[in-house]
């Protein structure tokens, strides 16, 4: 059958129509096919919130370095020492220097400006010896000494907040000393004794409160008294020759480095009646005869060694305070031998 120009038209058009719908239908879909995937988030972004969420064991490391001073000013003569925020004006050999500072101060009675100074010490030494270094661990014992013994004396709310602050600069410097120096090193030795020493009296702090042994509870309910145990019968005894007594042994009992038959001070008292002391003080001076013989001045060694002889005779009254003396005795003259 022939196709009229009628037909063809009716034709063309349904073409048209056709392309035209198809066109419609591709443009509307094509938006779904070409648009990109949404971009992840950019690294930076992720770590940032990550950070955020959980601090990097690196900040936890010097956190106690970051902690904000918690001494009162002792007097008229404390509170010189500023501690400062921007520390680009130090440099590394500052570290020993505030080291210096703080003994000093300490020495002196200005437990606030030891504070500051071994703070400034320990964020020195952190940021140009490293978190892990022995120069770090130096001032946060230090730092953890002074903290310990602030807190003798302190009321009980303010006690446990130096407690714990002594008790984690005593365990970091300690973790550092063990990996730097190993565990027969004398800082080693310093930092164990000093974190036992804590523990031991935060223990007796807390065992100070509870009850006395045989009191009784008013809320547990009352028992009736235990009927009295039948006395154990009696036993005939046989005569018989008595064994010779057993010789006395003698207990060894350390001796200091003086003789105790001329001690006359209440500190050498202390030191002859007491075991640890008297061994403290026996190798404190096997240890200040080795540092004598190697100094390059005898005669300012001796100046110092009086001044520090003299400052325990005036100060010290009691077995804490000498255990802190020996302590910080021994480690300056350590510290002399190591500078040599």
Not at 20 to 46: D, F, G, I, M
Not at 67 to 94: F, H, I
Not at 182 to 196: I, M, V
Request: proline share 7%; net charge positive.
């Amino acid at each position: 059958m022939a196709i009229t120009w009628r037909h063809g038209a009716i034709f063309a058009s349904g073409l048209l129509l056709g392309a035209a719908v198809t066109w419609l239908l591709y443009a509307s879909l094509a938006p779904y096919k070409t648009a990109p995937a949404a971009a992840p988030a950019p690294v930076e972004q992720a770590a940032a919130v990550a950070e955020a969420v959980a601090p990097p064991a690196e900040s936890l490391r010097s956190a106690s370095c970051m902690m904000p001073p918690a001494l009162p000013v002792s007097g008229v003569k404390d509170g010189k020492y500023v501690l400062k925020a921007d520390l680009s004006a130090n440099k590394a050999t500052d570290v020993a220097t505030f080291v210096v500072f703080g003994k000093e101060a300490a020495a002196a009675g200005r437990s606030r400006d030891a504070e500051v100074a071994f703070l400034m010490s320990c964020r020195l030494a952190d940021q140009f010896k490293g978190k892990d270094s022995a120069e770090s661990a130096d001032a946060k014992y230090q730092l953890g000494r002074l903290y310990a013994q602030a807190a003798l004396g302190a009321a009980d709310a303010r006690r446990a907040e130096l407690d714990r602050r002594s008790e984690l600069l005593y365990s970091e410097s300690l973790r550092t000393y063990l990996t730097v120096y190993g565990q027969s090193h004398e800082k080693t030795r310093f930092a164990t004794d000093g974190l036992e020493r804590l523990k031991q009296a935060v223990a007796q702090t807390h065992g100070a409160t509870a009850p006395p042994a045989g009191a009784k509870n008013p809320a547990s309910p009352t028992r009736a008294p235990a009927a009295p145990a039948a006395p154990p019968p009696r036993k005939d005894y046989v005569a018989k020759a008595e064994p010779p007594a057993p010789r006395t042994v003698v207990p060894f009992r350390a001796r200091p480095s003086f003789d105790c038959s001329r001690s006359r001070s209440t500190t050498e008292k202390l030191i002859c009646s007491d075991p640890q002391l008297a061994q403290l003080d026996r190798e404190l001076g096997t240890l200040h005869a080795r540092a004598r013989n190697d100094s390059d001045n005898p005669a300012a060694f001796r100046r110092r060694s009086d001044e520090e002889w003299r400052w325990r005779e005036s100060n010290c009254r009691d077995k804490e305070c000498l255990l802190d003396w020996y302590a910080e005795r021994r480690e300056q003259l350590l510290d002399e031998q190591e500078e040599r």
